[in-house]
């Protein structure tokens, strides 16, 4: 077996420059909201504490000593702004990236920037926000990672960072939802993967039944990865499916 079947996430994990796991806060007055994007920061491999207010979130800050914050501007007690004012007393260089309304006035908006800051408004894609908070860390190198971003099964390699997949140095173009999807695959390669664990990483909530969106997608993947090549991507009939290297 060569070096390149042999992948783990653990290997591509940002982490803090003793070792141990980045740390992001993430602050939203709604719990539903902020347990989707506690899941999927989770998922990259960080330790995620959660406040619901300002005050809970500056004392958090205070306890926790976040890498990153995700930070609602809009909080029942006080604002964003205020948050962040009275968190860099504690921690002058921690990163945010805010979570804004679409009608947010914009040259506030622009001014949150400044700092070296970034925001996104709502609605976003959780991967969106991973990749934000993933590249503020990285600018501000409070985080370094373990061993590149680079994901390799065979002949075929994925890059975290920029989202480049080849396959014997052939370039793929895949969609958000297909890249994800192709990740976790070589997040695990050699390992049977069953459609509801799919649903869960990829998709980030229960379909309810509608497990054929990841028969549909893989189907999609295979025409890209596969077609008019050795095959990697194999169903196993009743359990799930397994990305292994050709040959």
């Not at 370094?144 to 370039?171: F, K, Y």
């Not at 049977?192 to 997608?217: M, P, T």
């Amino acid at each position: 077996m060569g070096m390149n079947d042999r992948t783990t996430a653990a290997a591509t994990k940002l982490q803090r420059l003793d070792g141990s796991p980045v740390r992001v806060l993430v602050v939203d007055d709604e719990p539903n909201l902020a347990e989707l994007l506690g899941m999927a920061l989770r998922y990259e491999g960080w330790e995620v504490r959660a406040a619901g207010t300002g005050m809970d979130a500056v004392r958090t800050a205070r306890e926790f000593d976040p890498d990153a914050v995700v930070l609602d501007m809009m909080l029942p007690d006080f604002d964003g702004l205020e948050v962040l004012r009275r968190m860099r007393a504690t921690n002058a260089n921690v990163p945010v990236l805010f979570l804004t309304a679409k009608d947010a006035v914009e040259d506030r908006v622009a001014g949150l920037t400044a700092g070296g800051d970034d925001y996104v408004t709502k609605p976003f894609s959780l991967e969106e926000v991973v990749a934000r908070v993933r590249a503020l860390m990285r600018r501000t190198t409070v985080a370094t990672s373990a061993a590149g971003s680079m994901l390799s099964v065979g002949d075929l390699t994925l890059d975290e960072d920029s989202h480049e997949v080849t396959r014997a140095g052939e370039e793929i173009h895949l969609t958000a939802t297909e890249f994800e999807l192709l990740r976790y695959l070589m997040r695990n390669p050699k390992r049977v993967l069953s459609k509801a664990q799919i649903l869960d990483r990829v998709w980030n909530y229960d379909f309810g039944g509608q497990a054929n969106v990841v028969e549909l997608y893989i189907s999609y993947l295979r025409k890209k990865i596969d077609a008019g090549r050795e095959p990697m991507i194999h169903t196993m009939r009743g359990a799930g499916y397994v990305l292994k290297p050709a040959g």
